[in-house]
DNA sequence: CGCGCTGTTGACTTAACTCAATAGTAGTGG
DNA sequence: CCACTACTATTGAGTTAAGTCAACAGCGCG
C-alpha cells in the first residue's frame, strides 16, 4: 500500500553503483597498494605484522582490469594466480562432457576466486565478468610459500577453502529440496548478506546478472525465475523492476524461506561410541 | 537376454563385502599402523620420508570402531580431530535452521572427513556410519603442525580441500540440470570409480545406503529413485536387486549420461584482455 | 514368528518446463 | 540524437517429469 513514488528506487540504485559503495576508503587509482584498498578481506588475516603484510603486498599483482563478459580464466587453463576481486563481480561456470553448463557461483568484490583449481593445478571452471572489472593476481607458487611461512596467513587461507566447501553444500541443500520461490528468496538474502558486508544496503541493490545465470545457477529456467521474482512481489516481499531489487520485508522473507513443511524426518539414530 | 543365472548376483556381493576388498595386503588387527594399512590414500603424499612418515603414524589414534547409524561427529561440534575411514562407510548430512535435511555424500575408505570444519573449528555436517565401520583420528591442531613442517603434506592436503570443492560443484550441476535417471546414473558411476580405485570390481557392488539416502543426496524422492533404478534395469543397463547393482553395459550407461539435448547455450564471450 | 523397515509399483496431482507472443532496455552506428 | 537491432524480461497456455498418497511385498532383526 505505502508505496515509494515511481521514479526514486530506480534512481537510488543507479547512483549507489555508481559510486561503488564497497569502498571504505577513497582509492586512489594511480598508487596501488592494499593499504589503499577497502577490499582486503581475503588477505587480511585479522593483523599481519607490517613485515609481513610487505611480503604480501610485493607478490601481488595490482589492478587488473577485465572488460564485461571478458573470461579471467577458462576451465583447463593452467593454475598461475589465485584472484581476488578488486571491483566488480564475476560469475563462475562449469561445463560438463556433454555441454551441460551451470553457474557455480557469484563472486563479489574482496573474494577469492580460483580455489578449486589448486587440486589438479588447472582450474575447473570458467570466471567471466559480469561488469567491468577489476581484479589483483597473486601468483599461486609465492602464495603457497607464503601459507606455509605465516601460520595466520595459512589459518586464514584453509578457513577459506573450508568456507567454499561449506558455501557450495548450503547450494546443494538449495537445489536438493527447495521450491522455485524459496531457491530465490535464498538467493536474495544471500545477496544481501553480501552487500550488507560491504557496507551497501542490506535491502536494495542491484542484480549484475540476467535472470538466466540465475536459473542457472538455482536449477531452474530464466522463466521461472521471472515467475518467481513476480510472485514474491505480489506477495509483499520485495520489489522488482528489472535487475533492481528491493527487500521490503526482509525478516518475511526470511520467515518464506524457513516455512514450509519438513519433508520426513523419521530417521533415528544412535549416538557414537568409541571402542 | 543372457542373464546370469538368479542367485549367483546376490551371493558372490555378499562374499565380497564380507572379506571387504578394499585392503590389499591382510591386516593384523592387533598392530594398529599406517603401514600396515591398505587406505593411506590420504596420507601419503607420494612418499614421504621414514621420519616424516614416523610423526604421521605417532600423531594418528588408530582404528576407532562405530556402529551402524552411529555418529562420528554432529553439526555444531567442535573440531577436534579429522577422521580417516579405514573400513566402511559414512554418509554426511546438513540439517538446516527449518529442518530440511540433506545428504551432502557418501564416503568411502580411504577418504578424509571434516574438512567443511575448518573454517569455523566446528563440524558444518554430521556424519553417520552406514554400516559398522573403523576410522582413524588425526587430532587437528597436530594436523596443521604438519601440513605447515611437511611441505608434500600441505600440497596434498590442498588437493584434498580442493578436490572437496570440485566434487561439491559436481554434485551442484547433478541437481540443477540432470533428469532423475541421468542422476541416479551418474550416482552409479561415481561408485562405480570410487570401487575401481579401490580395487574392487567396478561393475559390481553392493549399495551400502537406502534408496531414501540415495534420494535426498540426488535431489529426488524415494520413490523416484526406486522408479529410475527400475526404468535404467528395462533399459539393460543396469541389473537391480535391492541394495545389489550389477553394470550390465558400462559405456551404455556413460553415454546415457551425455546423451541428451544441451539447454541452452546461445552465450558468446570475449577473450580475456589484461591491461 | 511377527513387526519394522525398506523397496516396488500404480494412480493421481502439481510444480516446473517448454513454446510462444510481446514488451521493455541497452548498446551501436548512422 | 535518434533509430535500429540485440538482448533481456514478462506473461500465458499447454505439457511433462517428478512428487504425493497408498497398497503391498520382501527381508531382516529382535
Redesign the pocket.
Known amino acids: 500500500m505505502r508505496e515509494q513514488s515511481a521514479v526514486p528506487l ?1 534512481a537510488v540504485l543507479r547512483a549507489m553503483s555508481a559510486i561503488h559503495c564497497i569502498h571504505r576508503n577513497s582509492i586512489s587509482p594511480s598508487r596501488a597498494a592494499c593499504a589503499d584498498c577497502g577490499v582486503l578481506a581475503w588477505c587480511a588475516p585479522a593483523g599481519l605484522d607490517p613485515q609481513e603484510m610487505d611480503r604480501v603486498e610485493n607478490l601481488i599483482r595490482h589492478r587488473l582490469p577485465v572488460k ?2 571478458g573470461y579471467l580464466y577458462r576451465t583447463g587453463a593452467a593454475l598461475e594466480s589465485l584472484h581476488a576481486i578488486h571491483t566488480g563481480s564475476f560469475k563462475t561456470t562449469i561445463l560438463d562432457d556433454d555441454g551441460r553448463e551451470q553457474v557455480t557461483g557469484f563472486h563479489m568484490p574482496g573474494e577469492l576466486m580460483g580455489l578449486d583449481a589448486i587440486g589438479a593445478e588447472r582450474h575447473m571452471c570458467n570466471a567471466i565478468a559480469l561488469e567491468d572489472s577489476i581484479v589483483c593476481g597473486i601468483p599461486f607458487g609465492g602464495f603457497e610459500r607464503l601459507v606455509r611461512e605465516i601460520p595466520r596467513f595459512q589459518k586464514h587461507f584453509h578457513r577459506l577453502m573450508s568456507s567454499e566447501i561449506t558455501r557450495s553444500q548450503e547450494i546443494m541443500l538449495l537445489l536438493g529440496s ?6 530465490l528468496a535464498v538467493f536474495l538474502l544471500n545477496l544481501s548478506k553480501q552487500y550488507a558486508e560491504s557496507n551497501c544496503s542490506a535491502t536494495q541493490f542491484s ?1 549484475r ?7 542457472s545457477h538455482l ?13 514474491l ?1 505480489r506477495e509483499r516481499l520485495i520489489r ?4 533492481d531489487i528491493e527487500i521490503k520485508d526482509l525478516p518475511g522473507l526470511k520467515q518464506f524461506v524457513g516455512g514450509y ?1 519438513v ?2 524426518s ?3 539414530h544412535v549416538e557414537f561410541q568409541a571402542a
Open positions: 530506480q564485461r563478459n527447495m521450491h522455485a520461490e524459496e531457491r542484480l546478472m540476467t535472470r538466466e545465470d540465475i536459473g536449477g531452474l529456467t530464466f522463466e521461472t525465475v521471472s515467475r518467481a521474482l513476480s510472485s512481489q522488482v523492476q528489472n535487475k513443511d519433508r520426513h523419521r530417521t533415528k
